[in-house]
């Protein structure tokens, strides 16, 4: 048996021994407390890396070992996004717990008298799985704070075009902030449906919260316009500013079938004079 298969045998059956070491010295980095389920996890994480790393050192292949390890990786990664807001925290420490492990590792290379050719090569191994895991972590990182972004998105286009109802046949769809090709395809795909379960008449289109708008996504909007008129509902806009109404005119957006008006307040008494009459 090879000096390098003996040291691959101590870090097989001494794993769990150098993962409580390791875990040990690692808390002692972090300055965020971390859950006792999440510590007695990250012993389990350690010890099978221990027991994985045993088998890298003798695993010729290194294809095929990086092929192992990121499977190994994904099976113990899937509780890392519970830290993830703390990232920092947690990527802060990585160098003293490289080095730990490097010291570590060459000292059991010296235990079973590895030549300094097979330390280096061992020790390059480690380097690259700590290296690869570190590597995986942020890509798994920024996966995930583009998924929180997305939800974030989504919520604040929901928040941006509610439709509020006034009274019993008249509602309100207050547009604010910079109407975007997404915020436009939301309006028609999720706004104009729930107008149209309103059972309303007449619908006021506040533009006076809108601070930019292309003529692209105006013309959207002002579609959006014809599809409820299709439905029956009387569209009035209202807050149009000077520089958007212009734009919108040089844009050759055809509107002057819609009545305008300055405010809200204006539209709502001349509806509610017409229905009287």
């Not at 604040?156 to 509610?162: T, V």
């Not at 547009?175 to 309303?200: C, F, N, W």
């Amino acid at each position: 048996m090879s000096k390098l298969t003996n040291m691959a045998s101590y870090l097989a059956d001494h794993a769990a021994v150098l993962a409580d070491e390791l875990v040990e010295f690692s808390l002692k980095q972090i300055t965020i407390e971390i859950p006792e389920a999440m510590i007695e996890r990250s012993r389990e994480v350690h010890q099978s890396f221990f027991l994985f790393f045993g088998e890298a050192i003798l695993e010729k292949n290194e294809t095929l070992m990086l092929e192992k390890f990121k499977k190994w990786n994904q099976t113990y990664s899937e509780n890392e996004q519970m830290l993830y807001d703390q990232v920092s925290s947690l990527v802060k420490p990585f160098a003293e717990n490289r080095l730990y492990f490097n010291r570590k590792v060459t000292s059991i290379s010296f235990i079973h008298e590895l030549s300094t050719e097979e330390t280096v090569e061992v020790n390059n191994r480690l380097n690259y799985l700590l290296d690869t895991r570190l590597s995986l972590s942020i890509l798994a990182y920024e996966r995930y704070k583009n998924e929180i972004n997305r939800q974030n998105r989504k919520e604040i286009i929901e928040l941006a075009a509610p439709v509020v109802p006034l009274q019993h046949d008249i509602a309100i769809l207050p547009l604010v902030g910079s109407i975007d090709h997404e915020r436009a395809e939301h309006i028609m795909t999720i706004a104009v449906p729930k107008i149209s379960s309103l059972d309303i008449d007449c619908l006021i289109i506040d533009f006076s919260g809108i601070h930019k708008i292309d003529t692209e996504v105006a013309s959207h909007i002002f579609t959006i316009t014809s599809v409820l008129d299709l439905l029956g509902i009387n569209v009035n806009i209202t807050g149009l500013r000077p520089e958007i109404a212009q734009s919108i005119v040089l844009s050759d957006i055809k509107f002057s079938g819609l009545k305008t008006y300055s405010t809200v307040k204006q539209a709502i008494d001349t509806w509610t004079k017409a229905v009287r009459l």
